[in-house]
């Protein structure tokens, strides 16, 4: 005969799993996680016994826009990769139009504020969609080295030796 009992399954609250994590990386692959640098400490600030704990040592998680992996070891204080100059280019990080961050270029959201639609992109920032004026550069991105105008490729297009019709 049945009693009418039913079994509430087991559910942790993921906001204690923290408290096992052994490494800066392995805790901050949890976003809701936080590193307790003089404790060498895992624990989440949701919970009421850590919310004043360790307030001056504390790595919070941050997302830099990377796998959970990076953005933990960038968190920690791990370079990931220096990749932040282009190859054969030693003086300038990101192209000059970016910052680096934990060894890759983050491209400036809004290089002109006046005009909204202007991107920047590319791993080292090189690429725009405002830097070719004229007729044919509509379509973008380009790199910072095809600044050319109009004018600039009509006198490429003459220097070029045309077939001869016989």
Not at 35 to 41: G, R
Not at 77 to 83: C, F, P, Y
Not at 84 to 107: A, K, W
Request: with cysteine; proline share 7%.
């Amino acid at each position: 005969m049945a009693t009418g009992k039913s079994r509430d399954p087991f559910v942790l609250d993921e906001r204690f799993v923290c408290n096992i994590k052994r490494s800066c990386v392995e805790c901050l692959r949890l976003s809701h996680c936080s590193w307790c640098e003089t404790e060498s400490k895992c624990y989440c600030k949701q919970l009421p016994t850590f919310q004043d704990y360790c307030k001056n040592a504390t790595i919070d998680y941050k997302d830099y826009e990377f796998s959970l992996e990076e953005n933990a070891e960038c968190s920690c204080g791990g370079v990931i990769k220096n990749n932040c100059y282009p190859p054969e280019v030693t003086d300038e990080v990101c192209s000059g139009r970016g910052n680096c961050v934990c060894g890759r270029c983050i491209c400036n959201p809004v290089p002109d504020p006046e005009h909204p639609t202007k991107n920047i992109v590319g791993e080292y920032c090189e690429f725009d969609n405002f830097s070719c004026d004229g007729p044919h550069c509509n379509e973008g991105p380009y790199p910072l080295s095809q600044t050319k105008t109009t004018e600039d490729n009509l006198n490429e297009a003459e220097e070029v030796e045309q077939p001869s019709q016989a």
